[in-house]
């Protein structure tokens, strides 16, 4: 037993992601936390932007969206609407991550991720039906996409009772309704 635990915390070791100095912070909620060990987040962005707050050591440098990469910390407000995303990229110590934040309509259900998918299944697909148990008048859902961590990448909102979101064989995202038929959704 004491070997095998052994073994498991080398392994831990092995595959931790190193410590950064680099922490982003949103005036909406940034799900999860940054972490330069993630490629992507959601926040809310009330009245048409996000504030995106830029802690890093003077020599890193943060390129926000399509502005010039600049180095120390500072504040960046970025123009987003629900839907859309930004890119950011960090360089720090000769390495540069690329982040993805992306806001997330005012509706969109809450949700938290613990552990993450195996590598070889790099996104999940599910269902979002909690808005009709939480109102009898509503009967909109959310087709979902989210990361290996949890992360919303994709969605769609229906306006209908959603059944079932699968991929077809050729990639197409397919939406199976209670009352109709399918519906591709376009993006």
């Given at each position: 037993?004491?070997?095998?635990?052994?073994?498991?915390?080398?392994?831990?070791?092995?595959?931790?992601?190193?410590?950064?100095?680099?922490?982003?912070?949103?005036?909406?909620?940034?799900?999860?936390?940054?972490?330069r060990g993630?490629?992507?987040?959601?926040?809310?962005c009330n009245g048409g932007s996000m504030r995106l707050g830029i802690s890093v050591l003077r020599s890193t440098s943060v390129k926000v969206g399509t502005a010039a990469a600049l180095k120390g910390p500072r504040t960046a407000t970025v123009k987003l609407q629900p839907g859309k995303r930004v890119i950011v990229q960090v360089t720090e110590g000769g390495r540069t991550s690329s982040h993805s934040i992306r806001c997330v309509p005012s509706d969109f259900p809450r949700s938290s991720a613990t552990g993450m998918l195996p590598a070889d299944i790099p996104m999940l697909a599910i269902n979002d039906i909690s808005s009709r148990?939480?109102?009898k008048t509503s009967n909109t859902s959310y087709a979902i996409i989210v990361d290996r961590h949890g992360v919303p990448i994709w969605w769609h909102k229906e306006n209908l009772s959603l059944v079932n979101f699968f991929a077809t064989p050729d990639g197409s995202l397919a939406i199976g309704h209670a009352s109709g038929p399918l519906k591709l959704p376009s993006r």
């Open positions: 037993m004491r070997r095998a635990l052994g073994i498991a915390s080398a392994f831990l070791a092995l595959t931790a992601v190193p410590a950064s100095a680099a922490t982003l912070t949103s005036n909406g909620a940034l799900s999860p936390s940054f972490s993630l490629s992507n987040f959601t926040t809310t148990t939480r109102s």
